[in-house]
């Protein structure tokens, strides 16, 4: 099946710093990838919507400025979590869809950040 | 606005237990109804249900819908400790699993 990584798998940093969480789709072309945040004991909920070659699509509430998406090719979207804060300490997945679409959603193994 | 819930939110059971995950959900449009199971990091999908009254099945889990009542549940038949995870369910709106809305999750705990 689709093989979708993330990297880092854990990160720890102090408050103030920017994080910058990749996602690859590893056998397959990814044309939209869709990033996730999960807080303890919710669900997943979605941030944005990133499509290569253009800008990605946030959801209400979700602050594009603090979190930067670039998906510069089919294999590859970043988030970055820019001036990183206590409050943003969560487990963010991404998650991608082959270009036909029909195939669903394939989903990262998560990264894990904690702001001090 | 979109909501999908899902009950009970943690259950506790001994290995070879029968259990029933239960999904409902109000939204303004649904192509379809999806069951994954979460262990350690990311989701992995289990079912889609896109008709009621079906039931899918992938050895001792199954799961069926019911659009009129708008809800769905999935069983799970003489529970293994290795089916201890979250279980999620999630509707998807609009086709192409484009937008999916998640429920909170139901985490399933079995002792031996």
């Known amino acids: 099946g689709a093989v979708v990584s993330q990297h880092p798998s854990r990160v720890i940093c102090k408050s103030g710093t920017s994080v910058k969480i990749e996602c690859r789709s590893l056998d397959f072309q990814a044309t939209t990838m869709f990033w996730y945040r999960q807080f303890p004991k919710q669900s997943l909920m979605l941030m944005a919507t990133?499509?290569?070659?253009?800008?990605?699509?946030?959801e209400q509430g979700v602050e594009k400025d603090k979190f930067l998406i670039n998906h510069a090719s089919l294999t590859l979207s970043t988030l970055t979590v820019t001036s990183a804060h206590p409050e943003d300490s969560s487990f963010y997945i991404c998650s991608a869809m082959t270009s036909g679409g029909g195939g669903g959603q394939f989903f990262g193994p998560g990264t894990r950040l904690t702001v001090l | 606005e979109d909501k999908v819930v899902q009950s009970p939110l943690s259950l506790v059971v001994h290995e070879g237990d029968t259990v029933t995950l239960n999904c409902s959900y109000e939204?303004?449009?649904?192509?379809?109804l999806l069951w994954y199971k979460q262990e350690k990091k990311a989701p992995t999908f289990l079912f889609m249900l896109t008709s009621s009254g079906i039931e899918k099945k992938s050895g001792r889990l199954s799961s069926i819908l019911d659009k009129k009542e708008l809800f769905s549940i999935l069983n799970i038949t003489a529970t293994q400790t290795g089916d201890s995870a979250i279980y999620l369910c999630a509707v998807d709106p609009w086709g192409g699993a484009q937008k999916l809305v998640f429920g909170q999750g139901t985490r399933l705990t079995i002792n031996p």
């Open positions: 990133s499509n290569e070659g253009s800008k990605a699509t946030y």
């Open positions: 939204v303004t449009n649904f192509r379809s």
